[in-house]
């Protein structure tokens, strides 16, 4: 029988308004981007740009081992919505001093203790899980699915397998590979941040923050355009392995993620948006997604450079004693920190025995080098392998304070499972009693752990200066990656510096006399264009004497700053970027293996004089690498400077404001 026209206009109306309450829309700030959440059977997310679709309708999902799976909650969901506009000081800043936290939030309740909180700024989107059940849980599996309507190029560092371990053990330093999304193995592991770069629209950066307690996020793909979250399982069983540098790996995993607190908030899945290429390195998003210090006074972190003897394996010469890991040689580089302004010197590996940290090299004297920093007002740092501190951690942190060390390294944790995330907050809580200043070596990238302990300023996480010692793999295209991809993550420690400088052309991985496959002048401006607030000196101390005009210059560049501008770019092939200390700038400027002329415009200056202090390429660095010119000059705002760049060359100005 057929039903009233009237009865059934009212039963559309009803369904149209049924289905219009499981799908909601908040825009950022500045309205460019939009995200539109749908739910149905299935709760999914789409990301515009514009009105272009940027990601594709995209699935949000969590299991426990007991079976609850926060999809089976979506019949009756809440919806809570909220504008916030603020601003976050940071008190070690890598980027700036005031962070703009300007954001649309969505939070959509379950019924059945899940929830998913959205969050759209004007660069990016992230989203997190949260739970609100009263015991403990055990996650089974998490979905955070990445679909692009169109097949992107992707730039992605993936996971080598190491050869006695299961897949997820890496140091989490590769080379970016740079493959069409369909073109990508889907046995491919690949670790965060990846870039994702649309033909027309903004490229995307896919990482998280705020990881705590929970394994970190990997990524798989599909056939179907889609980059997958992919986790390494809990640990049941792990083994030591006590070679050279020993590490704990495990043997046997869990069929669960991680057992954790029942009620918490789970890590942000973040997505970067970048409509211009140098939108991309001055991204502080994984910060701003952080939570906050949880070190009350942080009065006592000290940034600043150091020196580090590893990389040229302590070969000084032009001295009167034998050089290597020993007393004379760490006197050696405490007087030349003192004479180019140098905070501190690293202990690097070899001043004890790796597997006990108390069984000190019979070559080095503590207390004499310790007595020798301190009349030479030289801060002592030191090196540790992190499965012997985390054995010895508090009678190790208390010889620490005893000596004076403010600032250690710990090394070879190589995983980011739940277990291995844990021992990054043990170990970062310890040292925050202890007044200890933190660096992580052999380890995921910081996901926003910087700004929950300050004090913890950088990681590694990157395949930087060693890897000239044995390998031809920091090139200068890989080089050029890194401010556009890697450091969106957070600090990072690359370790430039070195004095020995070769061309493609005539570089080797020589050991003992390393070599960068960059022009003297990249080396100086890896110190303004990467992030750290600890920045180590690489090169030989004994080639920097030689050279004091150099030395000065690199010794007077800050490790934190008021505040950068970037200035131009291009991904993977230039960068130019400005940072503020003070009433002073410093700028930096890295090309790729091609020669570049660039325009330098100085209309961010105020409105005075300065002094610039110059070290550009020098005219035959071309074929000499470790050729440079240091020049000055006076500048104002009104100055436009024609800069030229070397094959793998760099430039770098300094700029003090005359009173």
Known sequence: MKQPYFLTTILTVIC??????????????????????NINKKLIYSIYYKNTLLLAPSEIDMELSGGQKLSDGLAKPKFAQRLVNETIISPVPEKRTH????????????????????????????????TAFKED?????????????????VYYPEVTPPGNMDKYHTSFEELYTVKSLDSISTKSLIFTPV????????????TESDLEDYPGMFLTCDS??????????????????????SLRFVTKRADFLARTKGSRDFPWRVLIIAVEDKDLPGNDLVYRLASPSRVADVSWVKPGKATDEWVISSNVYNVPFKSGINTETYKYYIDFAKRFGFERIMM???????????KINPEINMDTIVAYAKSRNVKISMWTLALTLEKQLEPALDQFNKWGVDFIMTDFINRDDQKAVQLFYKIAEACARHKLMLMFHGAFKPAGFNRTFPHAVAREAVLGSEYNMWSDKPTPEHNLRLPFIRMLSGPLDYEPGLLNNATPKGFRAIPESVMSMTTRTQQLAMYIIYESPIQFFDG????????????????????TWDTTRIVDAKLGDYIITARKKGNDWYIGAMTDSSARDLNLPLDFLDNANYTATICADGINADRYAADY???????????????????GGGYVIKLVRKD
């Not at 992919?230 to 540098?245: C, G, I, M, Q, R």
């Not at 001043?351 to 940290?357: A, M, T």
């Open 629 to 647: 010119k240091i020049s000055s000059d006076t500048l104002t705002n009104k100055s436009a400077l024609k800069i030229h760049l070397a094959p």
């Open 99 to 130: 962070i703009p936290d300007h954001y649309q939030e969505l939070k959509v309740t379950l019924p059945n203790s899940f929830a998913v909180i959205f969050r759209v700024y004007n660069d990016g989107v992230a989203y997190r899980i949260s």
């Open 348 to 358: 690097d590996a070899g001043w004890s025995d790796n597997n006990d940290l108390f």
């Open 195 to 206: 870039l994702v770069t649309p033909a027309q629209a903004p490229k995307v950066v896919i």
């Open 137 to 153: 849980i055990q996650v089974k599996t998490e979905t955070a699915r990445f679909q692009f309507p169109t097949n992107p190029t």
């Open 224 to 245: 179907g355009n889609a980059l997958i979250g992919d986790f390494a399982a809990y640990p049941l069983k792990e083994e030591e392995s006590h070679e050279l540098y």
């Open 16 to 37: 149209l308004i049924s289905e219009a309450a499981t799908v909601r829309e908040i825009s950022s700030p500045d309205q460019t981007i939009r995200l539109s959440v």
């Open 540 to 559: 030989n101390p004994s080639q920097g004497l030689a050279e004091p005009a150099f030395m000065e210059l690199l010794g007077s560049i800050p490790t």
